[in-house]
């Protein structure tokens, strides 16, 4: 069985562009979580997906936002970049709401210039 | 609000001798808590998940974690090193009052095995 994949792998975007992530939960998986990991603050939360609609946010800005399709893959994107979104952006999925046995992608490294 | 706190950022250690990261966490509720693994490159992979239903846990790759509810602790062990174990490694809590999968992570641990 596949993991969760996502793409691209690597990104390069200038301050004020916008930037869409992709991420392909494991095949039966219906729950996916973002998070962004930097050096400075760590892993942090930012949203969960479950049956198309976002069921918990962490504390991000308004210009980070998701979705969820209706075969659990899922996208984020992140509208007027600044610098400090430089990070590596995690999904992790798994088989409901509340599972908490999640099973991680390897990251998307966003670098913002 | 709940909260973790690992102790070391960086633990050395050298092949076949014992490790020790530490962990405290903090929550309002009974917490679920785990300990992810993080190798360079790569996505986290679940170690071991801690749910009350005993306080000593085993996990993949030899690695167990005691849950001491008096001290707040959630310390990781495992008998002997290996060099395959050197990655970073995350203490994580998940509050029950939250559904979902909203986890809050620790700073991470590096652990480093010499030859």
């Known amino acids: 069985k596949a993991g969760v994949t996502q793409t691209p792998r690597y990104l390069i975007k200038t301050r004020g562009q916008q930037v869409t992530l992709s991420c392909s939960p494991i095949?039966?998986?219906?729950?996916v979580s973002w998070y962004q990991q930097t050096p400075g603050q760590g892993l942090q939360f930012l949203f969960e997906y479950f049956s198309e609609t976002q069921r918990n946010k962490g504390n991000f800005p308004g210009r980070f936002s998701g979705r969820q399709f209706s075969n659990s893959r899922s996208e984020m994107n992140v509208s007027t970049l600044e610098l400090g979104d430089s990070a590596l952006y995690l999904c992790?999925?798994?088989?409901?709401?509340?599972?908490?046995?999640?099973?991680f992608g390897s990251g998307t490294q966003l670098s913002v210039l | 609000a709940q909260s973790v706190t690992q102790l070391d950022s960086h633990v050395s250690v050298s092949e076949g001798t014992p490790v020790l990261l530490r962990c405290n966490y903090s929550s309002s509720y009974s917490p679920s808590l785990f300990w992810y693994v993080q190798h360079p490159n790569k996505g986290l992979q679940l170690l071991l998940k801690y749910t009350s239903a005993a306080t000593l846990v085993k996990g993949i790759n030899g690695f167990e974690a005691e849950f001491k509810k008096s001290e707040t602790s959630f310390h990781l062990t495992k008998p002997s090193a290996h060099m395959s174990d050197a990655a970073e490694y995350f203490c994580v809590v998940s509050d029950i009052s939250n559904a979902g999968n909203m986890l809050t992570f620790g700073g991470g641990t590096r652990l480093m095995v010499k030859p």
């Open positions: 095949s039966g998986h219906r729950s």
């Open positions: 992790a999925s798994s088989l409901e709401f509340s599972d908490e046995k999640l099973f």
